[in-house]
């Protein structure tokens, strides 16, 4: 069974503090894609980053890093020093073969002043 | 100017009234999608389609029709609102060709029935 797993349903920190958001996927494929993607309180949906399953290069940009392990299917995500321009429902998905997006049900980030 | 648009951003129903919301894209793409957002659950996928003569159910369907009037529009009907259609809609697209399927969204619809 294809599954995204974001166990966190929300995280509070103070602003300045480093926060991970957790995801989990589970897949049988062995090409397949994951994404991050922020929805901030105006609602819209904004693409942050893009891995394939044969790239387990660990990204960094700016404040955010993704951590892609595929020995324990996971593909977690860290924003360093939060702002709190930062707070929103972040979503985990993957992509398998074909069309389909695999969507966890979200994370929600506040970040207090 | 915005590459996927919705219409309306929002919306206020009766049940039991018929709505279409609608779906442009400038991007140039073959793919279409409608999704549902409900909290703590994700994004729901409704209908899909690759093509304009294509279209396909998705995870949810039922409640729901669409028809795909152009490769740049694909609109989104309820036949009869009911209140737990009440959701934040989102229409998306991507290439045909795009071995990962990297999706792009419009703003979003937001849906009340009462």
């Known amino acids: 069974a294809q599954k995204v797993t974001q166990a966190q349903t929300e995280i509070s920190v103070v602003e300045k503090e480093d926060v991970t958001l957790d995801c989990v996927y589970e897949t049988r494929d062995t090409t397949y894609y994951l994404f991050w993607y922020k929805q901030p309180p105006s609602g819209e949906l904004v693409f942050l980053i893009r891995?394939?399953?044969?790239d387990e290069q660990n990204e960094i940009s700016g404040r955010y890093s993704w951590n892609f392990q595929k020995s324990t299917s996971s593909f977690n995500f860290t924003i360093t020093a939060s702002q709190v321009v930062d707070s929103a429902v972040y979503f985990c998905?993957?992509?398998?073969?074909?069309?389909?997006?695999?969507w966890g049900a979200g994370t929600k980030l506040i970040i207090k002043p | 100017d915005a590459d996927v648009t919705q219409t309306p951003r929002n919306r206020i129903t009766k049940t039991g009234k018929r709505i279409m919301l609608e779906c442009s894209q400038t991007?140039?793409?073959?793919?279409m999608y409608w999704y549902r957002q409900d909290p703590g659950l994700g994004l729901r996928l409704i209908y899909y389609?690759?093509?304009?003569?294509?279209?396909n159910k998705g995870e949810i369907s039922d409640g729901y029709s669409v028809s795909r009037q152009a490769q740049a529009k694909f609109s989104l009907s309820l036949e009869s609102a009911i209140p737990n259609q009440t959701a934040l809609y989102f229409c998306?697209?991507?290439?045909?060709?795009?071995?990962?399927?990297?999706?792009?969204f419009g703003p979003g619809t937001r849906l009340t029935v009462l």
């Open positions: 998905a993957l992509s398998l073969a074909g069309y389909q997006l695999i």
């Open positions: 389609s690759f093509d304009v003569k294509d279209i």
């Open positions: 998306a697209t991507s290439e045909q060709e795009s071995s990962y399927n990297e999706q792009f």
């Open positions: 991007k140039g793409h073959d793919r």
């Open positions: 891995r394939n399953s044969f």
